[in-house]
């Protein structure tokens, strides 16, 4: 009697799958579960793909497995499904792609269900606290008082809203608070908040999504900051908890949107389930868990999330979808986004991308038909639109990154009771560390890069490979005095405090918020109206709300006009547009300057006089000229190394192997990377664009096929990057 078998996908860097004899006594475990397999001299925990009916092994070779982890699978077919395309479509190794989508603890074999999924509630001496006595003391403390005074919350959810588990187990010594038993309550018992009467234009979208019904269709929400769009979607996602359905919701960063949970939290309550990367892995495990058995009606979560597996799906939404950060971008680098739609027609229930700023993409979807456009351009109680104007930096000197013109604009709000913004895509001290008499910039010795200064830490950083060095302001060669050249954030910062003592200032940047707990501050004191004046990076674009700012300056907004990615426009327009959009209220119009000295720029010009819709329009025409992406499809081949010539040995071999067999797939290299040389490691890569996918991808699956034989391969390391971000 021949044994069933097994074909599994092992956690390797290997493409292939590898079959194994079930030897157990039950039947053989099904897809999507997980086994113990033996490999090579280990053992790993595999996923079972399928139970083929022959393999090509020898039987002799044929290792055996006789334990299933899982008493049933622990991925739904679908998601199974759609993770072996994605393995497929992004050419990377279907091991590695599983073990991406598990919690770690499942990833190393845990069983689903943990032991420990700790829910705290009030004692009664808890609840005889006073709040306000208790925040005097400690802050953290009283939150997780607050929190808890309206009934029993998971660890998990408690430490979503920035409460440590050293904080609950201070609180439970001193006998406030102790473990209450686990159950969740069910989703749609949570009562809701009154909810805004909608606009006109909220209810059309609200109209149009319901009107599709249970089944696949995508929507483009294109609406301006804060225009409601969050407000329909929660009306969609309340739907579907009554409907007895979960709703899947895609963020950028969790860290940098606590109104948005908070908001979740209030109006759905414990049908929460929050899956991120500042979980424990007993958390993360639990809030899949609940996923999965259908145990949270909402799951939000960050990129990875879209893997998460649901029992009753009814909706997925993406919010900000032209956010960065849903493209992974190291090791499986998939689109969150573009698989977010493709789970959906899966899945068969309607997706909805919302932003303010569309990626060109979804808005040529839009255009093309493939998705339907909802169009939301007013903001709720603004007076009108901001006021946006440009300033010619030629025409005005600028201190430290601050024009004439800003500065009386910073004046007049401030005056007012205002809160100011300021916008400047660099931290640090200053960009570049310049010697006027040999006009040299001093450069990362491993990176083409120039060091950054960073004054107050008295160090040079590089911000490319992380070196540092001590800053020296005498010049290494001639001797003589070095000067700071540029502004970064924290120069900047210096200025204001310099010329405003009086006016608290706040900075909101990777260096002023590293520590833990100082994002959440930093946030909290400028939404407050604590900070006067708040100067930040690409932070500053994430979708917060700062009720009380009026004036927002983008300081160098130059960066993106000449930036070498065929994205850097569109970078620039969505960037202008988000922070923009941070200016204004009800009773105040917003006011936007943007410092240039190039204020002629086509494409800050038609952004300013036309908005982001015609703007895309006119970058969609220029990409169609040039042919980049939608109208073509990309794919980047890169390789790097400590030595140039392998790197391009290597590359060259991968062109000539390609042109062997010409097709419809146009070749690019091998060209340097816009920054060849960084962490001391040489980078090239050749680019590959095809107007359809299928060639593409048949030329890259044989290429890769033929690449992992090579000699020259080994001297380098390489990847393959579907639909790159930048090229
Ligand atoms: P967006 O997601 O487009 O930025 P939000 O949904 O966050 O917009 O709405 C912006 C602000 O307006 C929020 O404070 C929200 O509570 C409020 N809001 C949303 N819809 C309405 C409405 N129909 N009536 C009154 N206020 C609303
Ligand atoms: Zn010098
Ligand atoms: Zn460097």
Avoid at 257 to 283: C, K, M, N
């Amino acid at each position: 009697m021949t044994r069933p078998l097994l074909r599994v996908a092992v956690p390797v860097p290997l493409p292939e799958c590898f079959d194994y004899a079930w030897a157990g006594d039950t039947p053989p475990p099904a897809p999507g579960s997980r086994v113990d397999v033996p490999f090579g001299r280990g053992r790993r925990v595999g996923v079972v793909l399928e139970l083929p009916e022959s393999t090509a092994v020898p039987s002799g070779k044929l290792k055996s497995v006789s334990a299933a982890l899982d008493p049933e699978p622990l991925l739904p077919s679908e998601l199974l499904a759609t993770l072996r395309w994605a393995a497929d479509y992004y050419h990377h190794p279907i091991g590695e792609v599983l073990s991406h989508a598990l919690p770690g603890l499942l990833r190393r074999g845990r069983p689903l269900a943990g032991a420990s999924a700790r829910s705290w509630r009030l004692t009664a001496e808890g609840r005889a606290q006073s709040i306000d006595a208790v925040r005097a003391k400690a802050a953290r403390q009283a939150d997780a008082l607050a929190l808890l005074a309206a009934g029993a919350l998971p660890s998990e959810a408690l430490r979503c809203a920035g409460i440590a588990p050293a904080t609950l187990k201070r609180l439970a010594d001193k006998g406030w608070i102790e473990e209450a038993a686990a159950a969740a309550p069910p989703p749609h018992s949570h009562s809701s908040p009154a909810l805004p009467e909608l606009t006109p234009e909220q209810r059309s979208a609200l109209d149009a999504v319901r009107a599709s019904g249970r089944t696949y269709a995508a929507f483009l929400l294109h609406g301006a900051t804060g225009s409601g769009k969050t407000e329909v979607f929660l009306r969609l996602v309340a739907d579907q908890l009554a409907a007895g359905r979960q709703s899947l919701l895609l963020v950028p960063e969790i860290g940098l949107t606590p109104q948005l949970v908070q908001r979740l939290r209030e109006r759905f309550g414990e049908g929460l389930a929050i899956l991120h990367s500042g979980l424990s892995d007993g958390e993360r495990r639990e809030a899949w868990r609940r996923a999965r058995a259908g145990d949270a009606g909402v799951v939000v979560g960050t990129r990875s999330a879209v893997f998460a597996p649901l029992a009753r799906p009814g909706l997925i939404v993406v919010d900000e979808e032209h956010d960065t950060s849903y493209k992974q971008q190291q090791g499986f680098r998939y689109s969150a986004r573009d698989l977010a739609v493709l789970r959906a027609r899966r899945l068969d229930v309607p997706v909805v991308l919302a932003s303010a700023t569309p990626s060109l993409e979804s808005f040529h979807n839009a255009v093309t038909g493939r998705y339907r456009l909802l169009e939301m351009p007013t903001r709720i109680g603004a007076a009108g639109e901001p006021c946006v104007r440009v300033v010619d930096m030629t025409r005005h000197p600028s201190r430290r990154g601050l024009s004439a013109p800003l500065l009386a604009a910073i004046d007049t709000h401030l005056g007012a009771g205002r809160q100011v913004l300021l916008f400047l895509n660099r931290r640090g001290f200053a960009p570049a560390l310049f010697c006027p008499s040999c006009g040299e910039a001093e450069q990362c010795r491993r990176c083409d890069a120039r060091l950054t200064v960073h004054a107050a830490s008295g160090e040079l950083r590089c911000h490319h490979c992380g070196a540092t060095k001590p800053l020296t302001w005498g010049c290494a060669a001639c001797g003589s005095e070095r000067i700071a050249v540029g502004a970064g954030t924290q120069r900047v910062d210096d200025e204001l405090n310099a010329l405003y003592p009086d006016q608290p200032i706040g900075r909101l940047d990777r260096d002023a918020t590293s520590r833990k707990g100082t994002l959440d501050s930093v946030l909290a004191r400028a939404r407050s109206g604590a900070t006067r004046i708040l100067v930040g990076t690409q932070m500053l674009a994430k979708g917060h709300d700062f009720p009380g700012v009026t004036l927002v300056g983008v300081l160098n907004a130059d960066q993106g006009l000449f930036g070498t990615d065929f994205r850097s426009g569109e970078r620039l327009a969505q960037t202008i547009v988000q922070v923009a959009g941070r200016a204004g209220r009800r009773d105040t119009p917003g006011e936007v300057l943007i410092q240039t000295h190039h204020p002629t720029h086509p494409l800050l010009t038609r952004l300013l006089a036309h908005g982001y819709a015609e703007f895309a329009k006119l970058a969609l025409a220029e990409r169609r000229r040039a042919g980049w992406p939608p109208f073509s499809h990309l794919a980047l081949w890169r390789a790097e190394a400590a030595r140039r010539p392998p790197v391009a040995e290597f590359l060259g071999r991968v062109r000539a192997s390609a042109a062997a067999k010409p097709g419809a797939v146009k070749i690019l290299g091998p060209a340097p990377e816009a920054m060849e040389r960084k962490g001391g490691r040489y980078r090239m890569q050749l680019l590959f664009s095809c107007t359809e996918r299928a060639p593409l991808h048949a030329l890259l699956g044989r290429l890769m096929a033929e690449a992992r034989d090579w000699r020259e391969g080994r001297r380098v390391r390489w990847s393959v990057d579907v639909d790159p971000l930048e090229v």
